[in-house]
């Protein structure tokens, strides 16, 4: 079992930046492909960006050059780094992981979830 606790949200500006952390238990960022995806109302959840085991990263066309997704294995943490917020970035934020040699983006390899959080970017 993987425990994942985001952090980070709240409400900022268009053209403005977050953070989002994710807590993980001990081990799971440097042994897990984790990921973070995010679901607005009224759609369905859509990934964002993931990491894997050997740091490699990828990101949705959408985000590409605006967010950054890094990990530090020693605090068992992973981050998204959100610059140029727009308002359609807009969302409940999640952040996944799964113990896989395959990562990928989409939600339904995952199987450990943290509880979400909320980012909200006004115009």
């Known amino acids: 079992q993987v425990r994942l606790v985001e952090s980070g949200g709240g409400s900022v500006q268009a053209g403005g930046s977050l953070r989002l952390s994710c807590a993980a238990s001990a081990y799971a960022t440097s042994n897990y492909c984790m990921g973070w995806f995010r679901q607005a109302p009224g759609k369905e959840r859509e990934g964002v960006a993931r990491?894997?085991?050997?740091?490699?990263?990828s990101y949705a066309d959408s985000v590409t050059g605006r967010f950054t997704i890094t990990k530090d294995n020693a605090k068992n943490t992973l981050y998204l780094q959100m610059n140029s917020l727009k308002p359609e970035d807009t969302a409940m934020y999640y952040c996944a992981a799964v113990y896989s040699y395959m990562c990928s983006m989409s939600s339904s390899d995952f199987a450990y979830w943290g509880q979400g959080i909320q980012v909200t970017v006004s115009s």
């Open positions: 990491i894997d085991r050997l740091d490699s990263a």
